[in-house]
């Protein structure tokens, strides 16, 4: 048996494409959609993150602003900026691109963020709202997660959903939307005890470690769903030889460019599972496609008006 493949970059598609009308309509009423992105310094990773997000609003019609300070910036200069951005009103989406240099009290920078701006759902006030299920903003990568799942037509309802990771941007909110969504969830760590063993428990199992291909099958149900939010970057050859000996494909793409992307699942899983995200092309275009989404919303709300239910499931 072979898993379904669940297409992240179709799916991520479709969403962009419901923002993009929905831009369209908000036009007709004189709103335009808003978000500024804060990047500081020259992060290679950064940067190319950044540039996908600012080619996303283009493609969907959101306007977006790139405020660019340089890598010495203080804490102090950092919140006069978010301050600034909090104030103008043709803003409707902060977003303060991690990491922030050293010298940076991020966690300050973070909660400066006005939590009606907050694109990135990171504000206590929205980690609070996502977990008395309130109306608010919720992070993009695990809100994408959801979007797959409900897309694919996977039941999420009294199943039993296993998180590997429990960080505040990945595997803490992914659990609470899966509670929100009435699975049964359990959160995994660094600490738990026979890991494979609670992960076989799971009909639908999210990997957020970061670990390059650390779920084997031997962690995985039959029939299981498998998202793999995981990015790594494989460089080693005989790293990659051992997990993708025989690909033809990922074998070219490696010697063009010298590495290659893979997640926390191995590959091999796929021999096991009843559905799987891959990687490239899987979480990761949700991403983008949530913050999208979550502009708009950030947009709505702040005006008053009610924002209907992303999936159509
Ligand atoms: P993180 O902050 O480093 O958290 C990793 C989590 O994995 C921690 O909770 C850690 O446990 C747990 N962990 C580490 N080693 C483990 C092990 N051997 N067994 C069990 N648990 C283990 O990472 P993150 O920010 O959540 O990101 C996770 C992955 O998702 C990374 O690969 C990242 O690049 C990727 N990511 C992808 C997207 C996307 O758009 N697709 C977005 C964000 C992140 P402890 O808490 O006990 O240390």
Same mark, same amino acid.
């Given at each position: 048996m072979s898993a379904l493949i669940l297409d992240g970059s179709k799916i991520g598609q479709e969403i962009r494409g419901e923002a993009a009308a929905e831009v369209k309509t908000m036009a007709a009423a004189g709103v335009r959609p808003g978000l500024a992105v804060v990047l500081v310094g020259h992060n290679p990773a950064s940067e190319i993150y950044v540039r996908g997000k600012v080619k996303a609003c283009e493609e969907v019609g959101i306007y977006s602003e790139k405020v660019t300070p340089p890598e010495s910036v203080t804490t102090g200069e950092l919140l006069g900026l978010v301050e600034n951005l909090n104030r103008? $009103? $043709?803003?409707d989406g902060i977003l303060v691109q @991690?990491? @922030? +240099? +050293?010298? %940076?009290d991020s966690k300050k920078v973070l909660l400066a963020v006005d939590p009606a701006k907050d694109v990135d759902g990171f504000h206590p006030m929205n980690v609070g709202f996502l977990s008395t299920q309130r109306p608010g903003l919720v992070p993009c990568t695990p809100a994408g997660v959801i979007e797959i799942l409900k897309r694919s037509g996977i039941?999420?309802?009294?199943k039993e959903a296993v998180v590997v990771g429990r960080s505040d941007i990945v595997g803490k909110p992914a659990a609470m939307l899966l509670l929100n969504a009435n699975a049964t969830v359990t959160v995994c760590h660094?600490?738990? !005890?026979?890991l494979p063993g609670v992960c076989r428990r799971a009909d639908i199992l999210v990997a957020a470690i970061g670990r390059a291909g650390m779920i084997t099958p031997e962690f995985v149900k039959p029939g299981a769903t498998v998202i793999d939010v995981g990015m790594n970057t494989l460089t080693d050859p005989a790293e990659f030889q051992r997990f993708f000996a025989g690909n033809a494909k990922r074998e070219e793409t490696f010697r063009k460019k010298g590495s290659t992307l893979i997640g926390? %699942? !191995? +590959? $091999?899983v796929a021999e096991v599972a009843g559905a799987m995200t891959p990687v490239? /092309? /899987? %979480?990761g275009p949700l991403t983008i496609a949530m913050l999208m989404f979550n502009t708009i919303k950030a947009a709505k709300m702040r005006r008053g008006n009610s924002v209907p239910e992303l999936s159509r499931a």
């Open positions: 103008r $009103e $043709e803003i @991690l990491p @922030l +240099p +050293p010298q %940076v039941p999420i309802a009294g660094s600490k738990t !005890h026979d926390d %699942v !191995h +590959p $091999e490239p /092309g /899987g %979480v």
